[in-house]
């Protein structure tokens, strides 16, 4: 009696093809991370996991299924749409193409509502917190979970956008502290906050039409399409929150790399008194305006 014999690929040897796949759309850096994630994904194991069983065989279910992903991802298909994750300051979210990617640039402005509340006394009741245009929920919940005394407004203009941030806040346990609202900017939220943050769309339309093929192909363009010059929502969102910051108050809000002066002057106008800071990303790209008024 003989047996086919199994020529099946291992994991190593469909990990390095993958890799040469991906590094003709990629810097080789990522397309090796993007192969092994993606390999992860399809076989449910960690990283830690995957390098222990390089040798082992793929089944031919595994590999056609792995193959799939790939070919997604060669389309341009980002990678966090593909496995439904991403992490963000420290983190685990669930993302869907109903929301933009959280960007590891974002957690600027986690890390500075952290560090103004730590100079800052708590009021009584806790933090009154507005995240503005929420999408995934990824601000809100990190706020909500690194401050429990916080309650958190969380406000989107895309129900489908809540709908992921809902799942998130289940995930970790914070939805009776982050209340979610479909709105337009804050114009629902009737009390003071004390902290208003917002990464709102800014690409300016001329940027639109070069943004690369993973972003203008997959991500909303509701969350990114910042009109003209990027700042329609942020004119209207600074004159708006004027009418509700409480003092003290910190308003922080994510930029594009181009949008620092001009954000600041609406700033300075909306806000004559305030502590007005401008802050550069870890790529040393203007990223953050800060509004904090004492
Ligand atoms: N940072 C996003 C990008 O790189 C834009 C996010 C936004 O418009 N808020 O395209």
Redesign the pocket.
């Known amino acids: 009696m003989s047996h086919a014999v199994e020529t099946r690929r291992n994991l190593k040897s469909a990990l390095q093809a993958a890799t040469s796949a991906l590094a003709t759309i990629e810097d080789a850096e990522s397309a090796r991370l993007e192969a092994e994630v993606l390999l992860c994904h399809e076989l449910r194991l960690t990283r830690a996991q995957l390098y222990a069983r390089l040798e082992a065989a793929f089944t031919e279910q595994q590999e056609q299924a792995y193959t799939m992903l790939i070919e997604r991802r060669l389309g341009h298909e980002p990678v966090a749409y593909i496995t439904r994750h991403k992490e963000f300051f420290g983190l685990d979210f669930y993302v869907n193409p109903r929301t933009?990617i959280p960007?590891p640039?974002?957690e600027l402005l986690v890390e500075k509502v952290l560090s103004w509340t730590d100079e800052h006394r708590t009021p009584p009741g806790g933090w009154r917190i507005a995240d503005i245009?929420t999408g995934s929920g990824a601000i809100a919940i990190s706020l909500a979970l690194r401050l429990p005394q916080a309650t958190v407004t969380a406000i989107d203009a895309s129900y489908e956008a809540l709908l992921v941030a809902r799942e998130n806040c289940e995930r970790y346990g914070v939805h009776g502290r982050v209340s979610l609202a479909q709105a337009d900017l804050v114009t629902s939220i009737s009390t003071v906050c004390h902290i208003v943050v917002a990464?709102?769309?800014?690409?300016t339309r001329t940027e639109l039409l070069a943004?690369s093929p993973d972003?203008r192909g997959y991500?909303p363009l509701m969350?990114?399409d910042?009109g003209d010059d990027?700042l329609d929502l942020y004119r209207r969102l600074v004159a708006e929150v004027a009418g509700i910051l409480a003092t003290p108050g910190l308003l922080a809000v994510?930029i594009?790399a181009s949008q620092g002066e001009a954000m600041l002057n609406l700033a300075r106008h909306a806000f004559p008194e305030a502590v007005i800071e401008l802050t550069p990303d870890y790529a040393g790209l203007d990223r953050m305006v800060t509004v904090s008024s004492e």
């Open positions: 933009l960007r640039e974002t245009g990464n709102l769309p800014y690409v943004l972003i991500e969350a990114l910042g990027g994510e594009g």
